[in-house]
């Protein structure tokens, strides 16, 4: 079956009846990238940069981070990598950068929120990041993003980072462009606020679900109400899909959902044909697709929406995926 699968490394990623669904890879180092380009992942669709920042004793240089970032984009050849900026706290801590004892800490001092105070660790990475920007396609994406102002404030530091290199000398990409997480019930609601800032969406489902139900994702007493097929969840996802498509941004998912072939019928249905994925998932997810009929799939999704429960669309999905093996 593993070998089988590996066959369709190199087809294209395409619906029985045309429609192309673009599969990239979620990386969380840089040893996953020969396995990315192996599986045939278009892109990076979320390079988590957390690993560079951990087991060390100290904040990684602006040059060692050059150094990763770089090697990232010359190894993807063309294909776009999206960098994602630091996104700390929560579950993810640092030896050597203690974080506040938090009661909650999902909701507390996390991703750009620790960014936007330290921005002098955030000016770093990002002129990193810029410098990458030289050696092949790179886009930048904000973490848990809940407000306009949020953007702003990082765009402006982006900013400095560009006049920094500008008086160095030193050449990235002045086009790059730069987007946002949509993992946080604000940011849905306030989606065509946002994509008026924003170059690009991309949905974090597992931050997602995890904000809309309030089910912490790492509590395994309430792992049994983190429900993806969720009615709500659905909701949001089509109100980002129609804020992105009425600002005419592309939109993406990068959390689990992407990786999980029965949320197929629902990307055709809201029309979002980019999914970013754990490299495990990838040819899975494309054996699904090149067995999948888009009609036939948008009209199961368009039912999920009737429905009110998430046992019934998780059901609903489940069986149509069956049914088109
Ligand atoms: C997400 O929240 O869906 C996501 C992709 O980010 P992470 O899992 O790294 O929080
Ligand atoms: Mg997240």
Redesign the pocket.
Known sequence: KKEQLELLSTVESVTKDGTHMRLSA?ISSVKELDMAVKYGALGVG?F?T?FLYMDRSTFPSEEEQFAVYRQVVQKMDGRPTVI?TL?IG?DKQLEYFPLPQEDNPFLGYRAIRISLERQELFQTQLTAILRASAYGKVKIMY?MISSVEEVRQANLILRKAMADLDTRGIPYDADIPVGV?I?IPAAVVIADLLAEESDFF???????V?YVLAVDRMNEQVAHLYHPYHPAVLRMLRTIAEAAGKANIPVSV???MAGDERSIPLWLELGINDLSMSIQSLLRVKHRVLNTTASAAREAARQCYKLATSTEIEKLLTDFNESSC
């Open positions: 979620n979320l988590r957390e994602r996104d929560g973490p997480m993992e991309s949905i974090g489902t597992n931050d997602l995890q990068c959390g689990e």
